[in-house]
């Protein structure tokens, strides 16, 4: 369950990202976030990875607020939530294995537990066969699909997706689109931020619009792109 | 389980050491170069010290009697100074024991041995050594023997201001090593902030890494300790390298050393103390690199 009470965010050059938001998410559902740049999406996603604490209000996932976290737990929270992003954030110099085991590695797994899950997330996201490429070797599609299968890694109950089918053509992006539906029907909560109206319009859930740091539509079901 | 994560991070700190080779010979050599300058210090410590004790350890007042002193006159004048509680110690030498010293002294030399053949008598005269509880005392001990009734069998009596010339050369050893502190003290400062630097530089490099090891909820220690392992590491070279050079250099210098300071073996005081000065140099240039990083991670790296 992720709830914002009332947050706003003020940077430190006086711009208001959030203004008094209020928004809650159940778990499993799937919402995405639409808005022209500006709207305070990033900032949205930067308070749910504790990147940011709101100026005031509160975010709260399960409920715990996230203001109140000692700062240790920060890693704990973030193995919770996996991440996706327009530009993939893969390192080139590692193979598709290797990126997906980073994560294991960063969270000090067992060899033996990064063996057994790493094929099997790549496996998920249909890239079993490119193991062993370098990112530089792989398609946008699969540039990030690998990056979803680093995301899965730790079994997130949350995925936060910044734009993933930004950098794609539309066949691309209608796969990565669908393979976070199907993470969703396994049960994970899949928050989309997105400007792309065909997949907004094709997905028919609920659809929340933000302007100039507010909520301005939320569309609880069959959603449609309505800025 | 722990082994594998250590493993990682040392492995992962040895990457960052290894991939940017000018710049970590730079930084090594920087950490070296104060290391070098802090065994010199010890090194001029070391023999002050042991010339300072070697002056400590001689004799303040030599007094001469005459050939024709009696033995017992002598030992008065020794009692006597013996009694006196700004004297530690007084040794007698007698003639004979100054001729055969002499004549040991001298085997070497045919020359003064046939001439001591040639002489009737023994012309050396019997002597009292005196050693003063303070070396500044010598002033009244010669005082209290010109006044003394015997004074007349006394031939000479010779002082050594062994006092000033330790304060010279405590003084002298004083400057250079508070000079040297300083130097140190400015040098390692530089150190610190070139291995600072040099991090920072890594920090940088590695901005990717970093920020996807913060995304998959990498911790804190994990995204921090290989840099630690990264100043470590400058340390550990730096601390080799200086000590490596150093011992060559004691190496070439002791005997050129003992030349000038017979007795004094530089190599000797640093081979034989060889397990403690490695042991310090390793802390002090693992303590300099991982200070450094600390200052680097702490400014540069958020997590």
């Known amino acids: 369950m992720i709830e914002l009470k009332n947050v706003s965010t003020v940077y430190d050059d006086n711009f208001m990202a959030l ?28 308070l749910l ?14 409920g715990v607020n996230l203001a109140t976290l000692a700062h240790e737990d920060i890693p704990l929270l973030r193995r919770k939530i996996g991440t996706i992003f327009q530009d993939f954030k893969l390192l080139h110099s590692r193979t598709a294995f290797e990126n997906v085991a980073f994560a294991l590695e960063v969270v000090g797994a067992p060899q033996g537990r990064i063996n057994e899950d790493v094929p099997k997330a790549l496996d998920i996201v249909g890239l079993a066969d490119k193991a062993g490429n370098f990112p530089r070797q792989l398609s ?13 890694i730790h079994r997130p109950r949350i995925i936060l997706a910044d734009e993933p089918t930004g950098n794609l053509d539309p066949v691309n992006g209608h796969d990565v689109v669908q393979l976070l539906m199907k993470i969703n029907e396994l049960g994970t909560t899949v928050v989309l931020v997105t400007h792309n109206r065909d997949i907004v319009d094709t997905l028919s859930r609920r659809v929340v619009t933000m302007e100039k740091g507010k909520i301005s539509r939320d569309q609880a079901e069959n959603g449609k792109y309505i800025i | 389980m722990l082994k594998e994560k250590l493993g990682r991070v040392v492995r992962a700190g040895w990457n960052n050491f290894r991939r940017n080779s000018y710049v970590t010979f730079g930084t090594t050599g920087v950490i070296a170069l104060v290391l070098v300058l802090f065994l010199g210090l010890i090194a001029v410590n070391f023999l002050s010290n042991v010339v300072v004790s070697g002056l400590e350890g001689k004799v303040d007042v030599a007094v001469y009697f005459n050939t024709d002193a009696t033995q017992d006159d002598i030992m008065t004048v020794k009692s006597d100074l013996e009694n006196l509680n700004t004297v530690a110690e007084v040794t007698y030498t007698s003639r004979d024991d100054a001729l055969a010293a002499f004549k040991a002294r001298h085997a070497q030399d045919a020359l003064i041995q046939t001439s001591l053949s040639e002489l009737q008598d023994n012309p050396l005269e019997a002597s009292l050594e005196v050693k003063a509880t303070d070396p500044g005392q010598y002033a009244s001990i010669v005082s209290f023997l010109e006044t003394h009734k015997l004074r007349t069998t006394i031939d000479k009596i010779n002082y050594y201001e062994n006092e ?9 050893s004083r400057s250079v090593q508070e000079g040297g502190l300083v130097a140190t003290m400015v040098l390692a400062i530089i150190a610190i902030l070139v291995a600072f630097n040099t991090i920072r530089l890594t920090i940088v490099n590695q901005r990717a890494e970093i920020e996807i090891m913060r995304l998959v909820g990498g911790s804190n220690w994990y995204i921090r300790a290989p840099f630690l392992v990264e100043g470590a590491l400058y340390g550990i070279f730096a601390a080799v390298l200086s000590l490596a050079v150093w011992y060559v250099g004691v190496g070439v210098v002791s005997p050129k ?45 958020k997590v």
Do not use: C, H, W
């Open chain 2, 164 to 172: 000033a010339v330790i304060g010279r050369v405590q003084n002298i």
């Open chain 1, 49 to 62: 990875t504790r990147e940011l604490i709101p100026t005031t209000g509160e975010v709260v996932i399960d």
């Open chain 1, 19 to 46: 203004d008094k938001v209020d928004l809650s998410i159940a778990d499993g559902e799937f919402v995405s976030i639409l808005g022209p740049s500006g709207a305070g999406k990033s900032t949205l996603l930067k």
């Open chain 2, 257 to 301: 050393l003992a030349v000038v300071m017979p007795g004094v073996s530089l190599i000797g005081y640093f081979g034989g103390n060889s397990p403690q000065f490695v042991l310090l140099i390793l802390v002090v240039g693992i303590g300099l690199g991982v200070v450094s990083s600390m200052v680097a991670i702490r400014r540069f790296l």
């Open chain 1, 140 to 152: 946008g599609g699969e540039s990030q699909r690998l990056a979803l299968a680093r995301a899965l």
